[in-house]
């Protein structure tokens, strides 16, 4: 079974990607969402970010205080680096056994913003980069998540620049004002004959 993974920068538009893959009845890991499930759930990763970064990581009902943590990490990359050590092993072997699952499945894909920054990328047999321009990107976060532009910029500056993951990519989706549908059936059509060969 072939392991692809999707990536691109924050606002791109990988969550939209990764939906229609699961419309073609493709089984997609998002690595952002079980990051945040394992940081609430799993104790070695509890306690390792409460001995580096106080108890006041978890709130009164004892779930991750996203907005403690992002506001320390994306502005301090050792403390960014810290997190990444202490949860994206645990996310790893987590995808690992997710895949036994699925091995019925021509391929599976891993969704995550920082597969190329975390040299995760490795593991993939094949890498799709969604990107969009800065500006729409700006444009797109600041009305889903109802932000500002400079925490927007704050994480764009954490991760690596659109122009390496693309040159590193199997596949590139452009999602401009370009469609995007087309070109997942034609990415899919080129996965599904290559599991067959
Ligand atoms: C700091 C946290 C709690 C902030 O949560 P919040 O809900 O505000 O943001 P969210 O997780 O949706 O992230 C939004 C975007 O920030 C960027 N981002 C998230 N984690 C990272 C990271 N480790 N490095 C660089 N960019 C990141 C991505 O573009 C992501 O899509 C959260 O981002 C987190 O726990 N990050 C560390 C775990 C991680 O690395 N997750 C990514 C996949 S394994
Ligand atoms: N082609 C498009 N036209 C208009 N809006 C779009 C388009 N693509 C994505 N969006 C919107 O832009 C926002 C960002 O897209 P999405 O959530 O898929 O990005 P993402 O790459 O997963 O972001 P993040 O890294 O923050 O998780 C969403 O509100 C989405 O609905």
Known sequence: MLKVGLTGGIGTGKSLIAKIFTLLDIPVYIADLKAKKLMNTNSD??????QHFGIQVFDSDSNLDRG???KIIFNQPEAL?????IVHPVVRADFASWCLKYSKYPYVIQESAILF???LY???DKIITVTADKEIRIKRIIKRDLTTRELVEERMKNQLEESIKIEKSDYVIFNNLELVLPQVIKIDAFLRSLSKS
């Open 68 to 70: 403690y943590l992002a």
């Open 81 to 85: 680096q810290k997190v990444n050590e």
């Open 117 to 119: 920054d975390t040299g």
């Open 122 to 124: 490795k593991i993939f």
């Open 45 to 50: 990763i509890r306690e390792q970010l409460i």
